[in-house]
């Protein structure tokens, strides 16, 4: 065991190997009997391709570089591929980033265009395609540009023609809904295909404010006809919607006898459940819905709760094709719940019976897709990153099947993390995971305390989950502790929790993260004068915010931040979140004194310790803007600063070069203001 000061740990995660394991498994979904995904390739430009996982088990990227699956519908983007079986083989529709129009791909031939370009603003833009061979179409979300602003834009339900006479011809395109809602989900269809159910919401609402459920008919010739809304409201978010699918083959079926005791309760929801007759919903009995109405998104059919609980059965709608649940042609419904963390579970509709897989797994992610006795689903833990993994419900066992986590380094240098509650301002909690540092063979002399990074996760609305990640091992194996805080606004403890930052961000969630940090140094659990903060996104906000409202931090590091909140609320953002701050911070013609209050920006000659700014240039969520502004305010104040851009990175780093650099700056940083001394990382230039 070596002595060494904390920070100087010697460590096999280095940067490289961060950077090689960024990103995780999305989107899962059958096409016929096998399974496909897309996959993340951080060392091929960052992009994300298709994985087919044949019979034998064997992994396919069945489209090679440069094609990108990942649709920029409302910039988060959502579900980008769909497939079915013919008796040819398998036909894939997807969405290809670089030009976001709509390709139909068949193994052994090159991808063919279905949809058209358009030079208006951000064009013709595709999410959540659904094959209909029937009618020899794709039924997707299409996002369409009407002018040069972000805001200019319309969303609608659209059907494609898959013999291709669209490609070239945005008429042939044939429009489902009249565009009256800014926001739309893709349809899903009633098992017999008679009926149709979306979301939909308007600003200024955000999908977890408020949404409708909308329900049509469909005709014979594919229209959506007397489109109604019959659940959701302005004060009711549902997160998801779907089609209860019991009897939708003629009838239930039962599972079998003699099943292992992990699988009996499976088992026997699934054999009662056979036994009873199938209804036949004439209006909204067999929708499946998440709502929050009583305060937590629980999971009704029709406008019956299945399994009241205070735990949340979906999570934030930041991409649209997210699904926390997935119903079985046997009746049993998949489920994705928890507080905090999550489980999959098997729900019996009729009884509320809840049994949850078996499994190492603590966190599984908005993706499930079933199929006859078969749920696939992205799971992970804390020593396991996130893999595709396959439960069969009639035996109950769960298994991965692919993206299997490998361990590249000896897991004993992997984090060991604590989940913590800690007491807020006014005695709130906040709930927050902390990483002390850990190095199987190193420790620190013993009146040596260690530094503790802050970690404000995006979103806001979002939350940190409980994985294993290689970036916090990166710190954590070199002697500096990580606390990811899942401060008040965050997602997974209840509505209330979530509305804590409701016209407060920029105060609680600054509060929340101060109050985590001074606990960890006052029980002696980090260095007082060492703690730094660090975040992205809506995260770079809270951070820089931070060093503009307390003297806790020594340092911060900022991804990709909101500075300028009237910039951001006057055109400097998207069209998703161009009202956003209606909620977080209040509407600015009543409250504008607030925003300059807040803004990092305004208030920039209260920032007096050092600080990274890391930005990807091609970023119209947060743009670069936002980082000048606050730059321009610096100049001449003497501050230690470094700003890193990145060309070809938008909101969120995807490009393992990126990464490298991000955490290499970041550690140097740290190294500089800390005291610390870690071997081999390239110093960064600090200019004031």
């Known amino acids: 065991m070596q002595i060494r000061p904390y920070g100087s740990w010697p460590s096999p995660i280095d940067a490289a190997l961060a950077a090689a394991y960024d990103g995780r498994p999305e989107y899962v979904g059958f096409v016929g009997d096998e399974v496909w995904w897309t996959a993340p390739r951080p060392t091929e430009a960052g992009r994300r391709t298709l994985v087919r996982l044949h019979p034998d088990g064997t992994e396919e990227t069945v489209l090679p570089a440069p094609w990108n699956v990942r649709s920029r519908v409302v910039e988060y983007g959502g579900q980008p591929w769909a497939g079915a079986m013919r008796e040819s083989g398998p036909l894939v529709v997807f969405v290809d980033f670089a030009d976001q129009r709509l390709y139909a791909y068949e193994p052994g031939a090159d991808p063919v265009p279905l949809t058209p370009l358009s030079s208006i603003g951000g064009g013709l833009r595709w999410v959540e395609p659904q094959l209909l061979l029937g009618l020899g179409e794709v039924w997707c979300v299409l996002e369409e540009f009407t002018g040069a602003a972000p805001t200019d834009v319309r969303r609608v339900l659209a059907a494609v023609p898959l013999d291709g006479s669209a490609a070239e011809d945005r008429d ?45 008919d469909v005709t014979p010739e594919g229209e959506l006809s007397g489109a109604r809304v019959v659940a959701g409201g302005a004060g009711e978010s549902v997160a998801q919607v779907d089609w209860w699918r019991a009897g939708a083959d003629g009838g239930m079926r039962s599972t079998g006898d003699g099943r292992p005791s992990t699988g009996d309760g499976m088992r026997s929801a699934a054999d009662r459940l056979s036994s009873t007759v199938s209804p036949s919903p004439s209006t909204v009995d067999g929708l499946l819905y998440t709502s929050d109405r009583t ?69 599984f992610a908005s993706t499930l897709a079933a199929r006859g006795d078969r749920v696939v689903c992205v799971a992970a833990s804390p020593r396991s990153a996130y893999e595709v993994v396959e439960l069969d419900t009639r035996t109950g066992r769960a298994r991965v099947i692919g993206a299997a986590h490998d361990d590249a380094v000896d897991p004993a240098y992997y984090p060991e993390p604590q989940i913590r509650t800690f007491t807020g301002p006014e005695g709130r909690d906040i709930h927050a995971h902390v990483y002390p540092p850990h190095n199987p063979g190193c420790a620190a002399p013993g009146h040596e305390l260690p530094p503790y990074v802050v970690w404000a996760h995006g979103g806001p609305t979002d939350r940190a989950p409980l994985v294993l990640d290689l970036e916090i091992a990166y710190f954590t194996s070199r002697g500096i502790g990580v606390a990811e805080v899942n401060y008040g606004g965050s997602t997974g403890y209840g509505r209330e929790y979530r509305e804590r930052l409701r016209e407060q961000w920029g105060v609680v969630d600054v509060e929340d993260c101060a109050a985590v940090a001074r606990a960890l140094a006052r ?166």
């Not at 998104?297 to 934030?316: I, K, Q, T, V």
């Not at 926390?324 to 928890?338: E, I, K, M, P, Q």
Request: some cysteine; aromatic content about 8%; proline content about 6%.
């Open 172 to 216: 042939a395109v044939r429009e489902l809904t009249d565009g009256r809602h800014r926001f739309v989900t893709g349809a899903r269809l009633s098992p017999d295909g008679r009926r149709a159910a979306w979301l939909a919401w308007d600003h200024p609402r955000m999908p977890w404010d408020g949404t409708e459920v909308l329900l049509a």
């Open 295 to 363: 305060g937590w998104w629980n999971l009704y059919r029709g406008h019956e709760p299945l399994c009241p609980r205070d735990e949340e059965f979906a999570g934030a709608l930041w991409k649209l094709g997210q699904r926390w649940f997935a119903s079985l042609d046997n009746g049993l419904v998949a489920v994705v719940h928890g507080r905090g963390s999550t489980a999959l579970g098997i729900l019996d509709p009729e009884t509320g019976e809840l049994v949850d897989a078996a499994g190492p797994w603590t966190e």
């Open 523 to 688: 029980e002696g659990t980090a260095d007082r004068d060492r703690l730094a903060i660090r975040g992205g996104s809506a995260g770079g906000w809270t951070a820089a915010a931070s060093l503009t409202g307390t003297d806790v931090y020594a340092c911060a590091t900022i991804r990709y931040p909101v500075l300028d909140l009237v910039g951001w609320a006057t055109g400097g953002t998207h069209d998703l979140e161009s009202c956003y701050l209606d909620g977080l911070v209040g509407p600015l013609a009543e409250v504008p004194a607030r925003y300059a209050q807040r803004s990092p920006v305004e208030q920039a000659d209260r920032i007096a310790v050092p600080f990274l700014l890391l930005q990807g240039l091609d970023d119209v969520i947060c743009p670069p803007a936002q980082c000048e502004r606050l730059l321009d305010r610096l100049a001449g104040r003497g501050v230690p600063h470094a700003y890193l851009t990145f060309e070809g990175e938008g909101h969120g780093f995807r490009r393992a070069a990126t990464t490298v650099r991000a955490l290499e700056a970041e550690l140097s940083l740290y190294a500089q203001v800390f005291g610390l001394h870690p071997p081999g990382i390239p110093t960064l230039e600090l200019v004031r």
